[in-house]
T-cell receptor, first 112, second 112 residues
Framework: QKEVEQDPGPLSVPEGAIVSLNCTYS??????FMWYRQYSRKGPELLMY????GNKEDGRFTAQVDKSSKYISLFIRDSQPSDSATYLC????????????FGSGTQLTVLP | EAQVTQNPRYLITVTGKKLTVTCSQN?????MSWYRQDPGLGLRQIYY???????DKGDVPEGYKVSRKEKRNFPLILESPSPNQTSLYFC???????????FGSGTRLTVV
């Protein structure tokens, strides 16, 4: 079983829709949770991170972590065509020298 | 501009011909890491380095070598490439105590 599971999609939505991207993880030691965005032919870039459970909001983006159910979510409000990318969730715990464990990524297309 | 630079961006080679993919960062980051990205498998860590002369294996180190003689450089060496090493490779770096990696733009390697 992979430590971080993510539905690969692809996911296609109309412009303006609310997008929900989700991951589950199995390692209870994970403390830090991140979302990376990867445009085609580019490297991933850090979008948001959260520590432990709770919500974090940044503009149109909200990251949510539920440690009791080991569930990670990213919500995108008022989605735009420029949000079309692959979104990767990632987790790690303090003291983990091997650093991040990534999900396989969800490909999102926002149609104008 | 703060960045991670990988070269080459694209490489086609033949089985068994040694090659090196270079990675350089200008941010004085201690941590550096190599990942490979394959469809359905996401990003998997090959090797990482916590500082100069300190390297360790990630999840998929077989067939790869690395060295960290200088803080800014972290080359990936394939001594005898095989077709199953055909993949998209990313180098990444981060500061101690920070959460997010900065990724390079990737190297698409094809081994025939």
């Amino acid at each position: 079983q992979k430590e971080v599971e993510q539905d690969p999609g692809p996911l296609s939505v109309p412009e303006g829709a609310i997008v929900s991207l989700n991951c589950t993880y199995s390692n209870s030691a994970f403390q830090y949770f991140m979302w990376y965005r990867q445009y085609s032919r580019k490297g991933p870039e850090l979008l948001m991170y959260t520590y432990s459970s709770g919500n974090k909001e940044d503009g149109r983006f909200t990251a949510q972590v539920d440690k009791s159910s080991k569930y990670i979510s990213l919500f995108i409000r008022d989605s735009q065509p420029s949000d079309s990318a692959t979104y990767l969730c990632a987790s790690y715990f303090s003291g983990s020298a091997r650093q991040l464990t990534f999900g396989s990524g969800t490909q999102l297309t926002v149609l104008p | 501009e703060a960045q991670v630079t990988q070269n080459p961006r694209y490489l086609i080679t033949v089985t068994g011909k040694k090659l090196t993919v270079t990675c350089s960062q200008n941010m004085n980051h201690e941590y550096m890491s190599w990942y490979r990205q394959d469809p359905g498998l996401g990003l998997r860590q090959i090797y990482y380095s916590m500082n100069v002369e300190v390297t360790d294996k990630g999840d998929v180190p077989e067939g790869y070598k690395v060295s960290r003689k200088e803080k800014r450089n972290f080359p990936l060496i394939l001594e005898s490439p095989s077709p199953n090493q055909t993949s998209l490779y990313f180098c990444a770096s981060r500061l101690t105590g920070s959460y997010g990696y900065t990724f390079g733009s990737g190297t698409r390697l094809t081994v025939v």
